[in-house]
Nanobody, 124 residues
Framework: QVQVAESGGGLVQAGGSLRLSCAAS????????MGWFRQAPEKDRQFVAS????????TYAASVKGRFTISRDNAKNTVHLQMNGLKPEDTADYYC?????????????????WGQGTQVTVSS
């Protein structure tokens, strides 16, 4: 059973930074891509960032590119999302997801395993 768990959410002022972490277990972590998604109140879940199995390839949503950085530590089975220059519109529940494949993907259908989410609130 693959388990995914996020941590690191919270309340921050606009322009500030947060670092989200995600731990995964239950399979060989380094074989699979990982992703971050978010869902704001009354909105659909949207892709944020994805990282390939080795960390050598990443992709970002246009709305966060240049402000967010996804990284992974395969020795510790963890993936991180460093969020800088936060804006009120970044307020959402953030979900870590484990992919069924090795390469990056922006589609939630490629991620069968999800965490419970961590809340990020950015005040103006």
């Amino acid at each position: 059973q693959v388990q995914v768990a996020e941590s690191g959410g919270g309340l921050v002022q606009a322009g500030g930074s947060l670092r989200l972490s995600c731990a995964a277990s239950g399979r060989i972590f380094s074989n699979y891509a990982m992703g971050w998604f978010r869902q704001a109140p009354e909105k659909d879940r949207q892709f944020v960032a994805s990282i390939s199995w080795s960390g050598g390839s990443t992709t970002y949503a246009a709305s966060v590119k240049g402000r967010f950085t996804i990284s992974r530590d395969n020795a510790k089975n963890t993936v991180h999302l460093q969020m800088n220059g936060l804006k009120p519109e970044d307020t959402a529940d953030y979900y870590c997801a484990a992919s069924s494949q090795s390469w990056v993907s922006t589609s939630s259908y490629d991620y069968p395993y999800w965490g419970q989410g961590t809340q990020v609130t950015v005040s103006s």
